[in-house]
């Protein structure tokens, strides 16, 4: 018995979207991660060969300032992801909202980095102190300003979430500069613990 020619083509699975973002942006990430790699590597193999000096300069900062600096970020990461999943279902101006939540998250790190950043200068402990400040000032530096650029990515996608320039149709923009920002939560995520905690 033969079917008929006229019987609905069997359902294909839609096709979905392998990685979030340009490809690009992934490139220009994982060289970023590379550079914030590096940093680590000399900070922590430097910590082994002088334990007792990066135990000492680890006593001049404050962990619950870096904790609350850690709150700051990743609950800026996880606005910036509702804010994605906004776009998705075509709702851009709510994103806009909260990206706008996510940098004022992302400002209580800024206050409290400036801020430690100015007691220790005032204390004494700069760049040339020793090798635990001399290596703290330059990862932790390298970070902050990386932190400015995503504030600044962050606000640009706000603009154009207002102005409706994102959809969920045309999103890879939006992705891509989200995906930065989780990136810089991600290498914060590894310098708290390791400047602050781990000794």
């Known amino acids: ?19 979030p973002g340009d490809l690009a942006m992934w490139i220009f990430i994982l060289a970023e991660l590379a550079a914030f790699t590096l940093f ?5 193999v430097t910590q082994m060969l002088y334990p007792q000096l990066f135990q000492a300069g680890r006593a001049a900062l ?3 300032t870096g904790f609350a600096m850690t709150v700051g970020l990743l609950t800026s990461g996880f606005l910036a992801a509702l804010a994605v999943e906004r776009v998705r279902v075509n709702q851009a101006r709510q994103a806009a ?27 004494g402990f700069d760049l040339e102190y020793n090798m635990f400040f001399t290596l703290y000032w330059l990862l932790t530096l390298f970070h902050f300003l990386h932190v400015w ?12 979430c207002w102005r409706l320039g994102f959809s ?21 995520v590894i310098i708290f613990p390791l400047v602050y905690l781990l000794g």
């Not at 909202?97 to 204390?123: D, F, G, N, P, R």
């Open 168 to 188: 969920a149709d045309k999103r890879s923009g939006m992705e891509s500069g989200v995906m930065y920002w989780h990136m810089i939560d991600l290498a914060w």
């Open 97 to 123: 909202m909260l990206l706008v939540a996510a940098i004022v998250s992302a400002m209580v790190y800024v206050v409290l980095k400036i801020s430690e950043y100015t007691h220790l200068a005032q204390a």
């Open 1 to 19: 018995m033969s079917t008929s020619s006229n019987a609905p083509p069997l359902a294909t699975p839609a096709a979905s979207h392998a990685l």
């Open 62 to 64: 404050d962990p619950s």
């Open 149 to 160: 650029l995503g504030l600044l990515v962050l606000a640009f996608l706000a603009w154009r």
């Open 40 to 44: 680590i590597i000399a900070f922590s």
